[in-house]
C-alpha cells in the first residue's frame, strides 16, 4: 500500500475553484494509478476522476467533467485536481486513492480533505 496525504479542502463560494493536491512518499509513484473520490454524509464513496501512471489518460465522472481537472507531477510524487466552477452539490470529503497498474480496485486512501461549496 501506499501513503497519500491530501491538501487543498476548505471553503469556497459557488462558481469558485480549489486546487486539491495528494502526496506520496513511496519510490514507485509512477507506477500506480490515482484517482479522487468523494463522499457526503450517509452515501456511498463515489468516483471523480483517474489518471494514468504517465498522466496522459484521465477519466471524470459526469457530473464533474468539462470543470476539474487531474494531473500529476511524477517528478514530486503529486497529483492535483483542479476544481473550477464549483458547485453546492460538490460539497463532499474528497479523497486521494492509488491502485497498482494492472489491478481493478483501489486500495490505498488518503485521510480525505473536506471542500464546501457555499450556495
Known amino acids: 500500500q501506499v501513503q497519500l496525504v491530501e491538501s487543498g479542502g476548505g471553503l469556497v463560494q459557488a462558481g469558485g475553484s480549489l486546487t486539491l493536491s495528494c502526496a506520496s512518499s513511496t519510490r514507485t509513484f509512477r507506477a500506480y494509478v490515482m484517482g479522487w473520490f468523494r463522499q457526503t454524509p450517509g452515501s456511498e464513496r463515489k468516483f471523480v476522476a483517474g489518471?494514468?501512471?504517465?498522466?496522459?489518460?484521465?477519466i471524470y465522472a459526469d457530473s464533474v467533467k468539462g470543470r476539474f481537472t487531474f494531473s500529476r507531477d511524477n517528478a514530486k510524487n503529486i497529483v492535483y485536481l483542479q476544481m473550477n466552477s464549483l458547485k453546492p452539490e460538490d460539497t463532499a470529503v474528497y479523497y486521494c486513492?492509488?491502485?497498482?497498474?494492472?489491478?481493478?480496485?483501489?486500495?490505498?486512501w488518503g485521510q480525505g480533505t473536506q471542500v464546501t461549496v457555499s450556495s
Open positions: 486513492a492509488a491502485r497498482s497498474a494492472g489491478t481493478s480496485s483501489y486500495n490505498s
Open positions: 489518471i494514468n501512471w504517465v498522466g496522459g489518460n484521465t
